[in-house]
């Protein structure tokens, strides 16, 4: 499948951001990759983006999402811990705990788990996909690799930000993740990911990244020894 799917959700200006705030519903409020530190969380109105073809509810329970739980392999790829702060507009921020946040994304060569795709065929297998829920800080975390391309498409993550079930009333969030292209670069140039060669989609020339995708870019930085990346995310909800 070349393009995911459909844009869904756009843009907000700052007047539709505030009119929003204060409706029911929930909205991305702010994002940068960054490590995980204290600091004042920026609570400033993002867009959703569409959840594609490739999300599957796996309800699987693991920080680390490298592996297919049916035979332990790990996926081969650059090292990533990838850390979710989210928190709640109500309205000042403050940590959100309980929310379970989903991530799921393909791996160096472009190919998803659990779904049978044209380009290939992997149901029953379950790498890369995983869910955790946020502690007292409002802090999800999750080591994974960073991802690989295919057609079509910029190299992302996609995650969702749900309630537990026993929220009342729920709520739900999905968007993507973007990387800085100098890094990707950077990390493509090297195994497993050279091996696809040439033709990744640029950030700039993938139609739903260009939905508001800039404000959805994360810059990772290279951990000590040269051991992999990590990034943090920050993002507020308005959950009621």
């Known amino acids: 499948m070349n393009n995911d799917d459909a844009p869904v959700g756009y843009l907000l200006t700052r007047r539709e951001a505030l009119i929003l705030l204060g409706a029911s519903g929930v909205m991305l409020l702010g994002a940068r990759g960054a490590p995980p530190r204290t600091r ?4 400033v109105a993002r867009p959703q983006q569409t959840e594609g073809p490739y999300f599957v509810d796996e309800q699987l329970n693991r920080s680390d999402i490298r592996s297919d739980p049916t035979n332990d392999a790990v996926k081969a790829g650059a090292p990533l811990d990838l850390t979710f702060q989210v928190s709640q507009l109500t309205p000042a921020c403050v940590p959100l705990a309980g929310a379970v946040v989903d991530l799921w994304q393909c791996d160096a060569l472009g190919v998803y788990s659990d779904v049978q795709d044209p380009r290939f065929n ?8 995983g869910l955790q ?6 802090l999800a975390r999750f080591t994974t690799i960073y991802p690989g391309w295919y057609q079509g498409r910029a190299v992302h993550v996609h995650f969702k930000i749900r309630s537990a079930p026993s929220v009342s009333p729920g709520y ?19 195994q497993p990911y ?3 060669g040439p033709g990744r989609t ?5 139609g739903i990244y260009r939905r508001g995708g800039s404000q959805l870019t994360i810059s990772p ?8 990346y990590h990034a943090t995310f920050e993002i507020g909800l308005v959950t009621g």
């Open 221 to 228: 930085s290279e951990k000590a020894g040269g051991q992999g």
């Open 194 to 196: 050279a091996a696809k």
């Open 133 to 138: 829920m946020t502690d007292a800080n409002g």
């Open 202 to 206: 640029l950030n700039a020339r993938d």
């Open 172 to 190: 739900e969030f999905t968007s993507q993740l973007y990387f800085d292209e100098a890094i990707t670069d950077r990390v493509h140039a090297g």
């Open 40 to 43: 004042r969380v920026a609570c």
């Open 122 to 129: 992997t149901v029953g297998q379950k790498f890369l996909r």
